[in-house]
């Protein structure tokens, strides 16, 4: 008797194997995060009926879906990494994907992977690993000091904007190509986009969405330029289109 069907299986229903094009973005820590964004919408789906309690995407989950991705698409994958904060899930659990990536990517397939993250976990061990295997990095940081700081705060009020600067910094100093996203809020005032360039993001002055283009790595050894383009709140797209709205 058939399994029943349900939604890890999107990506095989989605596509004859191996013969089309879409981006999945993927949520593995659900909607759990490290901070408390007063904006955020996505922190309360964890307690709608029916969710899912916050937890790590089990192994078994990862590579089913992994596996199936990759051989429902057709020329490049594109991996998008968001949360809640995916980093969270640790460095050891990013380390489990690309060697999952690695074992089902076709011959000449390139694979892409991008993350999403509010960028206060990142540290030196991490910034080598996102550097190694290419990733790209969205940021989020809200602009100056004391517009970031309004927001993006941690579960106990703390604001978060030096640990974030802190973090471009860092992607900049290991040569991680990232993207700075910005939410706009009421309080944003005109004109004070282009400090967000100031963090070492690659992106120049922003409005209310930001566009480049970046490095990616290939499993191939192939290296070629893609563009991307990020909106807030929450919502990731590539030149492709837009795919998503996620909070990070
Ligand atoms: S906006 Fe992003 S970083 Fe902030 S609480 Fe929501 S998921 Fe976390």
């Known amino acids: ?113 991008d993350l999403q993250t509010n960028g206060t976990l990142l540290d030196e061990e991490w910034c080598r690993f996102l550097k190694q295997h290419q990733f790209l990095v969205g940021l989020s940081i809200d602009g100056p000091r004391e517009i970031h700081d309004r927001c993006r705060l941690t579960k106990g009020g703390e604001p978060t904007f030096a640990k974030v600067l802190a973090a471009a910094r860092l992607l900049k100093s290991h040569g991680v190509a990232f993207n700075a996203m910005a939410c706009i809020t009421g309080t944003m005032p005109d004109g004070r986009w282009t400090s967000t360039a100031s963090c070492g993001a690659s992106s120049g002055p922003i409005d209310s969405s930001s566009s480049r283009s970046s490095s990616t790595r290939t499993l191939s050894g192939r290296r070629r330029r893609r563009g991307t383009r990020r909106r807030c709140p929450a919502t990731a797209s590539r030149a492709r289109g837009p795919v998503s709205r996620t909070p990070s």
């Open 1 to 113: 008797m058939n399994s029943p069907v349900d939604k890890y299986d999107a990506p095989s229903l989605m596509a004859k194997p191996g013969g089309s094009q879409f981006h999945v973005m993927i949520k593995p820590v659900g909607a759990a995060c490290n901070l408390a964004c007063t904006y955020c919408f996505y922190l309360g789906k964890a307690s709608l009926a029916g969710a899912p309690a916050p937890r790590r995407m089990s192994d078994e989950v990862l590579t089913a879906f992994i596996r199936q991705y990759i051989g429902s698409v057709s020329g490049d994958v594109i991996f998008s990494w968001q949360g809640g904060e995916p980093t969270t899930l640790g460095l050891d659990f990013f380390r489990q994907i690309v060697a999952i990536e690695a074992q089902f990517a076709r011959p000449g397939q390139t694979i892409l992977n």
